[in-house]
């Protein structure tokens, strides 16, 4: 069996005690009921086991299968297994196989697509940040042996095909992953031609849909989808849809204003000093916490127009990469809706943008445009990592993006405001 993944998962291997961050450090590490047994019964009669009894308790929520126990934590926030090397002492004694799952496959995200499983990466691990943000061939996609995604029956299965949902899925998928990787509009054109071709496949395609299945519908529907897909490939229409949103004149601050409400609004809950001092110094540079939305977005575009005059193409392959992993990485068929899909997509794209325009070492390095591109790429991995570890998973980022999105046509034009600060 082999599995596919973007080239950069191919290359990824966990830099340990080189790695600017742990994969656990900040967060709650749970352990199924069969690998908590496992577990017992190599450490057992050995010097590990009163250890295994004392920092592995039961889930305080009650929870039992997947999430029975919890792993301990020490006083910095690192699991109470790591070494001094920051490499998991349990793994290093008795292999891959006693570790949490969680553990197992991060950065790992796997989804099986029919038979084919396909390993994406989370950028919150500071490695496939930097292999996904800074090789320019980082999202091609190639096969890899199954081996390598690790415990592949760990995969989500989306694509069942029992339904019109799933089972177009792949062909909407690839669809998306075309229109973003085209070059011949702005970033936020094809963002916004992705936001336009989801409200019109959202009038027949959605989770539930019968169009494809109740005659005689059914044809319609399938010619539908093929004609509007056939659409959005073509040149005229994305430079159509181009014309269309530069024409469009909206307000910047509500843009600053979500995405510096997200920033704050996760605060309170991380732990990470890493996160904390960056989020504080972005908002210092924004101007501070009196600062109004209008004046943070007059700053951010005077930002983006001097990064784009030094950088713009180096910025681009990150939220260009960003994107097509998301969509790599999220499947949309686990959304309300297709629009509601993208618009997850463009609410983290913005937060992540806003992050970086107002991350002090860009600031700076827009005063001396002589600055080596190592010091951007440096602050971009830092921010999406940051952004993706911290924010972008949370549950309280979720239920904001579904209240913030809406539904429908509101859906969109929100969405406009969001790809406007793009
Ligand atoms: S975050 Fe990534 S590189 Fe760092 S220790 Fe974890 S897997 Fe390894």
Request: hydrophobic residues 45%.
């Amino acid at each position: 069996m082999t599995a596919s993944a973007p080239r950069y998962m191919a290359r990824f291997r966990c830099i340990a005690e080189a790695c600017e961050d742990t994969c656990c450090a900040g967060l709650t590490v749970p352990i199924s009921e069969s690998r908590w047994s496992l577990l017992r019964q190599k450490v057992a009669g050995g010097p590990d086991e009163a250890r295994v009894a004392a920092l592995i308790t039961p889930n305080p929520d009650g929870a039992t299968g997947q999430q029975a126990g919890i792993l301990g934590k020490r006083a910095d926030g690192h699991c109470a297994f790591l070494d001094e090397t920051k490499l998991c002492s349990l793994q290093s004694r008795y292999g891959e196989v006693v570790l949490p799952d969680g553990c197992s496959v991060f950065p790992r995200v796997l989804t099986r697509w029919g038979a084919q499983v396909e390993m994406a990466g989370s950028l919150a691990c500071p490695e496939t940040a930097r292999l996904c943000l800074l090789a320019d061939d980082a999202l091609v996609r190639e096969p890899v042996p199954e081996a390598q995604a690790l415990r592949p029956q760990m995969a989500r299965q989306v694509a069942s095909g029992d339904d019109a949902w799933t089972a177009h899925a792949d062909v909407v998928r690839e669809a998306m992953l075309r229109l973003l990787a085209r070059r011949d509009v702005p970033f936020a054109a094809r963002l916004y031609a992705l936001g336009r071709m989801a409200l019109e496949l959202g009038d027949f395609f959605f989770p539930g849909t019968t169009a494809f299945t109740d005659a005689p519908a059914e044809s319609d529907a399938e010619a539908r989808l093929a004609n509007l897909l056939r659409t959005y490939d073509a040149p005229d229409t994305l430079h159509t849809l181009r014309e269309q949103l530069e024409a469009l004149e909206l307000p910047g601050g509500p843009w600053a204003g979500i995405c510096a409400a997200v920033l704050r609004s996760r605060e309170a809950h991380v732990g990470s000093q890493r996160y904390l001092s960056l989020v504080r110094g972005v908002r210092e540079s924004y101007g501070g916490a009196d600062t109004t939305p209008d004046d943070a977005w007059r700053l951010h575009v005077t930002r983006r127009e001097a990064l784009t005059a030094l950088h713009g193409e180096r910025v681009h392959q990150y939220f260009q990469h960003h994107a097509l992993n998301h969509v790599l990485r999220h499947p949309f068929t686990e959304a309300a809706s297709l629009l509601n899909a993208v618009f997850l997509l463009v609410l983290r794209a913005s937060v992540v943008r806003y992050v970086l325009l107002g991350h002090p070492a860009v600031v700076a390095l827009l005063g001396t445009p002589d600055a080596p591109v190592a010091t951007l790429d440096a602050a971009a991995v830092e921010s999406f990592q940051l952004v993706a570890k911290h924010v972008e998973q949370a549950p309280q980022f979720l239920d904001f993006a579904q209240g913030l999105a809406g539904e429908g046509p509101e859906t969109f034009a929100r969405l406009l405001i969001l790809v406007k600060g793009l």
